[in-house]
């Protein structure tokens, strides 16, 4: 054994905002943060939330905007949209959240505003919210 860390180890090794405390009350240590912290760096969790990005901008393109918002007078099929788009929009706010929760927000190395990719994926999430 050399005694240096290898390639193996930095890879495995904890994100350093891990080590801070997440908006002030989630404590480092804490199993919810790490349990979320476990889902969001999984190989699949990013592929899946393009595969959603992907298939929201489809829906979004076979939408008939006269049918949005009023559920009301839409048919079945910009109903099931509307339902659809809806339903991704809840998927891309909680994962905003999770990663807010478990990265902390804005005041340590490594928060998730830190990250300027970041700030669009917020604003997006935001302004498809109240639009």
């Not at 480092?28 to 929201?56: G, K, Q």
């Not at 829906?59 to 659809?84: C, H, I, K």
């Not at 927000?105 to 604003?123: E, Q, S, T």
């Amino acid at each position: 054994a050399s005694g240096h860390a290898g390639a193996g180890d930095a890879r495995n090794a904890a994100p350093v905002f891990i080590q801070h405390w997440s908006f002030g009350i989630v404590p480092p240590r804490s199993r919810a943060r790490h349990a979320v912290l476990r889902l969001i760096t999984s190989r699949y969790f990013e592929p899946c939330m393009l595969a959603c990005a992907i298939l929201n901008c489809c829906a979004l393109a076979f939408m008939d905007p006269r049918a949005a918002p009023n559920y009301q007078e839409a048919d079945g099929a910009s109903t099931a949209l509307l339902v659809l788009v809806a339903s991704f929009n809840a998927m891309f706010t909680l994962e905003t959240a999770l990663k807010m929760f478990t990265m902390g927000l804005a005041f340590h190395r490594g928060a998730y505003l830190r990250d300027v990719m970041n700030w669009l994926h917020l604003a997006v999430t935001i302004l498809t919210t109240i639009g």
